[in-house]
């Protein structure tokens, strides 16, 4: 199954029909559901409250059609560990980057995203969407 990272999202809400195509690709490949973890809807929205706030309500009718991904204990200690692992080899994260990982990792899925920095994330399995 397949997690959608926020800068997925973003690119989607621009009508980026490259980014699309790869997604639906994706999704009809992996015959999954889109998902999207829980960092990822507070990013997203946070992004709309700052800059449309005219436009939130939209937002949220477009966040429910992901399955949303919450953490867990695993979730948590992956967490930990991660960033340990990561802070030792000197690479940053932002947090809700961490933790997007994390769920993703707990949830035995792959992550879809533009962000390059996700490859540094020991285990995860990325797809990497350049734009």
């Known amino acids: 199954m397949i997690v959608l990272d926020t800068s997925v999202l973003i690119e989607l809400e621009r009508g980026n029909t490259v980014v699309k195509k790869i997604v639906q690709d994706l999704f009809e490949e992996h015959e999954s559901f889109p998902c999207i973890a829980f960092p990822t809807f507070a990013e997203f929205l946070f992004g709309f409250l700052v800059k449309y706030p005219n436009e939130v309500q939209s937002a949220l009718v477009n966040l429910q059609q992901y399955e949303l991904l919450n953490t867990s204990s695993d ?44 490859k540094d994330v020991p285990g995860l399995k990325v797809v990497l969407i350049e734009i």
């Open 75 to 118: 979730s948590a200690r992956l967490f930990a560990e991660l960033r340990y692992l990561l802070q030792k080899r000197g690479v940053q994260l932002k947090p809700f980057d961490l933790l997007i990982a994390a769920i993703t990792m707990d949830h035995g899925m792959m992550l879809v995203t533009c962000d390059k920095q996700f």
